[in-house]
């Protein structure tokens, strides 16, 4: 295979571009030459991803071009999860997912769950567009933690609201929540009550274990 650095500045472009075969094109090139995961999601996919926010927010790009870049992204993506897939391993515990109310942003929760599978966890992914009851009843049937992404402003309030359904549904104790996304930051999650923050993935990972006392 070509260098690494190479492979892996392709594969920032192919997303860039939202140029999906060619994403999933060098994804297959960069594990096949044995690059680790967190290397392909980090230094190509995800400064892929931000880049498209910047020309987003600079006016170069529109929403199509987001939602193609996204496309390719997740192309890329799916060929990362039987990569971190156990078999025959008794799960950790029991995670419920989503995006809040309002928001499609699903790329930074997908990652999350990838991770949590893959350190062991059992993720039932509720999608996008997640309203407070739907978390609640999905969390009722033994789930040890709720975790909620939300990527707009405008959305995480949503993530308060969730909170406070738990604790009006008489559940809060039961749960350990934990948010992230791109806008939301550890002094919000404190503000609005939730157990936990993770600023990425992984930490997606360390804190539901830690929060659990699972050794990290
Ligand atoms: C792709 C994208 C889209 C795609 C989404 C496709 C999809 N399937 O997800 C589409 C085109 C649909 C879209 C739509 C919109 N978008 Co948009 N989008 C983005 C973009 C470019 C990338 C987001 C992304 O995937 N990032 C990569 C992932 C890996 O990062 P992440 O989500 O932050 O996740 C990481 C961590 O935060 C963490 N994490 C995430 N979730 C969780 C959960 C837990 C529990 C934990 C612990 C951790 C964790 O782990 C992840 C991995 O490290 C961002 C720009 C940006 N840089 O964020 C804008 C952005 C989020 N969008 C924006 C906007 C404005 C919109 C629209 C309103 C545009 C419009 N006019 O219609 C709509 C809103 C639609 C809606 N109702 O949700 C703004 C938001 C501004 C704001 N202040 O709120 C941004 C910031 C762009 C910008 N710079 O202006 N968007």
Do not use: C, W
């Not at 999608?127 to 407070?132: A, E, F, L, Y």
């Not at 978390?135 to 939300?150: K, L, Y």
């Not at 949503?158 to 929540?177: H, Q, S």
């Amino acid at each position: 295979m070509a260098d690494f650095e190479a492979v892996l500045d392709a594969l920032y472009n192919a997303v860039l571009d939202g140029n999906a075969p060619a994403a999933k094109k060098l994804t297959q090139e960069l594990i096949d030459g044995g690059a680790a995961v967190e290397t392909i999601l980090y230094d190509a996919m995800i400064p892929g991803m931000n880049e498209v926010g910047r020309l987003f927010e600079q006016g170069e790009y529109f929403v199509p071009e987001m939602l193609v870049s996204a496309n390719a992204m997740k192309g890329g993506m799916e060929l990362l999860q039987p990569l971190l897939e156990l078999s025959d391993v008794k799960p950790i515990a029991k995670v419920v997912m989503g995006t809040v109310r309002g928001d499609v942003h699903d790329i930074g929760k997908n990652l999350a769950i990838m991770m949590m599978k893959g350190a062991g966890f059992q993720v039932i992914d509720l999608g996008v567009n997640v309203p407070p009851e739907k978390f609640i009843e999905a969390a009722s049937d033994g789930a040890a933690i709720v975790g909620m992404s939300a990527l707009l402003t405008t959305t995480m309030p949503n993530m308060k609201v969730t909170i406070d359904a738990f604790t009006a549904a008489g559940l809060r104790d039961r749960v350990k929540i934990i948010v992230g996304g791109a806008p939301v930051t550890e002094e919000f999650a404190i503000e609005i009550g939730a157990d936990g923050y993770g600023a990425n993935a992984n930490q997606a990972v360390t804190v539901a274990k830690t929060l659990l006392g699972v050794p990290v």
